[in-house]
């Protein structure tokens, strides 16, 4: 007839070096934990070696005896076991994740999710770049976040708060392939199917420093046969873990040798050690009987034990940054020996009440109805593995990643963006990545146009669309479709909201309003210029008097005034300035007229968009304008008479101008052989009387003219 014990029962295996521990139970109460069976084996050969299973089908067959034994003292099959991985090739690693948002966002379970598996990826990257090992493949086999951080400032929990950025310290733990794989072997050939998987220092944790403790700064030291695990706490959290290979199989070797025993003996002669006994018998390897003082074989592990809390001290302190803890509790059978915890204080510099075992202290709340259980430090870890059934359920599962078989590690968290980092899909493929920005400045300010945003991946879970976090299963079938990159950004000139600024100047007590010139690299452009990165754009803040008249397209009579100061074509002429001269005919004063203050808007906006093109002819007409003395350019008071000829000497000869009543020097460029296409980069030489001008310059008969390319 089967025993009374609630549906579901816990049943947690510590594979260790010398032993196999089986433990069945059931949470009784939230604080409590109720131990129905328990059994322990030895292996009968050294089937693992400092935490690692060497001979998985002898270490199977260990599993399959203490099974067999645990169902019979229950009364009930037991199928599923939870297991605990030692940490012999354990790698940590911490690293920083950090998410922004464009907005202020309130922050879901989601969002801290996807933080917490940045962190670990990050981790995992930075692992790789420190031990520059490429052979193994590494599984995180826990992680711990040690704080969060919103807008920067540390916080405790982020859930419901507004923030515009995240962040999380992350401690991640990975193991090799090879560790897990050897140990789901061995339990899976035993007839069993891992439930949850953690470390022997997490578990031993659970049991011996309650959460309440993790607010100060202890050390855990698992003292097992092959391995010493260790953990830190501090501020509430384990902020590091290590382990050393040098446990109580170091101190059995040496009593081996030194009493000339076989191993298993040599391990009783220890554990007698351990007790009170002041005398030990054994057989030694020749059969004969010996006697021996408990203190003698102390005094042949002195040095070994020295040697193993010399090297526990030293990763204790370097993995709480350089100094040493508040205070050590020690678990585990190794560290039961006489003169272990008092040559760690030593070690450490603590007083050796601060370095303590701990066992029956530690197991209070935990009930043992099998009668003959000694509560002890040997019984933390594997209570340790059950308890942490019920803090996360951790376990491998399979799925398919766009047709590839991906084995990962279940925290019971996993979702669709875990299964595609495992596949070698990197964040940017996951997520839309915005087109490049578009960086350049106008006059002289940083600017910057953002790219298009991207698609995120498409993605598919068992033949449905869904989202990058869903919640996946064992044998899930996933398809991604990556995400893409957005347009690279552009603007034109016309974009730009310095285009549309204005300068207004006084042009015969008529108001004139015009369109601001724009350059970029120096040379003036149109509103249709396509921006490149690094332009240098520059908004002009005047115009040349020649652009004002080439602009209204009107010619003047005689002399031209500006602030009512005469002035050549070159003149700069800024917001607000005056301009007075004598026009040619009526209708040039209507057409000043027509673009006065009162002109419409959309008028204004017409004038602007031939712009380009009357800047394009005044470029060429005006080519080499710029006074450098301030005396070319300025206008000789000319009347206007009957239509004559004027006669001029161009580069020494005579030439001749007809069928007008006044002349400029552009004049001379109907009958005069000058390519103005012919530049080549060479400076056009414009003289009139032997005094640098612009094309211009009104003649006179017998004016001497030079025109030339210098260079």
């Known amino acids: 007839m089967s025993k009374q014990y609630p549906d579901k029962l816990v049943f947690g295996l510590d594979i260790g070096t010398r032993s196999i521990v089986g ?54 099959k037991l199928t599923d076991v939870c297991i605990a991985a030692a940490g012999r090739v354990l790698t940590t690693a911490t690293a920083h994740a950090e998410v922004s948002f464009e907005e202020e966002v309130v922050v879901d379970e989601e969002m801290i999710h996807s933080l917490e598996m940045l962190g670990v990826e990050n981790a995992h990257k930075r692992m790789l770049e420190e031990t520059k090992d490429r052979e193994h493949n590494f599984y995180c086999v826990a992680y711990t976040v040690v704080h969060y951080y919103l807008n920067d400032y540390m916080i405790t929990n982020l859930v419901d708060h507004k923030a515009v950025k995240i962040g999380a310290e992350v401690l991640a733990t990975f193991l090799p392939e090879e560790v897990i794989d050897g140990l789901y072997a061995a339990v899976e050939k035993a007839g069993l199917q891992v439930e949850n998987l953690t470390l022997e220092p997490i578990a031993a944790m659970q049991v011996a420093i309650p959460e309440n403790f993790r607010l100060l700064n202890i050390a855990l030291v698992d003292v097992g046969a092959g391995t010493s695990d260790i953990c830190i706490t501090r501020d509430g959290s384990v902020v590091a873990y290590g382990m050393i290979p040098m446990a109580g199989d170091m101190l059995t ?84 020996l006489p003169g272990f915890t008092e040559g760690l204080a030593k070690k450490l510099g603590l007083p050796k009440e601060r370095v303590a075992l701990r066992g029956e202290e530690v197991l209070s709340s935990v009930t043992f109805l099998q009668e003959g259980i000694v509560k002890d430090p040997l019984l933390v870890t594997p209570v340790g593995i059950c308890l942490n059934y019920y803090e996360q359920r951790n376990n491998f599962i399979f799925v398919r990643v766009n047709d590839e078989r991906i ?27 915005r087109g490049k920005e578009l960086t350049f400045t106008v006059n002289g300010e940083k600017r910057m146009v953002r790219g298009e ?74 509103e249709y210029y396509e921006i490149s990165e690094n332009d240098e754009i520059v908004s002009l803040d005047y115009y040349t008097l020649s652009q004002v008249l080439a602009f209204l397209d009107i010619v003047p009579q005689g002399r031209v005034y500006v602030n009512h100061m005469p002035a050549g ?44 093109e009357k800047q394009a002819e005044l470029l060429k007409e005006v080519a080499a304008v710029e006074d450098t003395d301030g005396t070319a350019g300025t206008e000789p008071d000319v009347k206007p008479t009957e239509v004559h000829n004027l006669v001029v000497l161009v580069n020494k000869q005579p030439v001749v101008l007809k069928g007008k009543t006044a002349y400029r020097l552009v004049d001379v460029l109907d009958v005069f052989p000058f390519d103005l296409s012919q530049a080549n980069g060479r400076n056009a030489v414009v003289r009139v009387n032997e005094i640098s001008t612009n094309f211009m310059q009104p003649l006179a008969d017998g004016d001497r003219i030079d025109l030339y390319w210098e260079g």
């Open 407 to 433: 084995k990962l590690y279940d925290n019971g968290k996993l979702t669709i963006v875990d299964a595609a980092l495992a596949f070698g899909y990197p964040n940017e493929k996951l997520f839309p990545i």
């Open 569 to 612: 074509p070159a003149e700069k002429v800024y917001d607000n300035f005056v301009i007075n001269m004598e026009l040619e005919e009526q209708n040039y004063r209507e057409d000043i007229a027509g673009l006065s203050e009162e002109t419409e808007e959309a008028d204004i906006s017409a004038e602007a968009a031939i712009v380009p």
């Open 253 to 336: 070797e040496v009593i081996a040798k030194s009493r000339l025993v076989d191993f298993n003996t040599a391990e009783e002669i220890k554990l007698e050690a351990s007790t009170r006994k002041k005398t030990i018998m054994y057989k030694d390897i020749m059969g004969l009987r010996q006697k021996v003082e408990r203190t003698a074989v102390l005094a042949d592990v002195e040095a070994a034990l020295d040697r193993i809390t010399t090297e526990v001290s030293g990763q204790i302190t370097e993995l709480n940054g350089g100094k040493p803890v508040s205070a050590v509790f020690v678990v585990g059978g190794g560290g039961k």
């Open 23 to 76: 433990t069945v139970g059931y949470k009784s109460s939230r604080d409590n934990f109720t131990v129905v069976a328990q059994c322990t084996r030895l292996h009968e050969t050294r089937a693992m070696l400092d935490g690692q299973i060497h001979d998985i089908g002898s270490v199977s067959e260990t599993i399959k005896q203490v099974k067999k034994e645990l169902e019979t003292a229950i009364d009930r």
């Open 453 to 526: 945003p991207g698609e995120a991946a498409v993605i598919h879970l068992n033949g449905r669309v869904a989202g990058i976090n869903a919640p996946i299963q064992q044998n899930d079938e996933i398809t991604i479709l990556e995400s893409t990159t957005g347009k690279a950004a552009g603007c034109m000139i016309g974009k730009l909201p310095e285009f549309k600024q204005t300068i207004s100047f006084t042009v015969n007590n008529n108001r004139v309003t015009c369109p601001r010139y724009m350059q970029a690299n120096g040379e003036m452009v149109s």
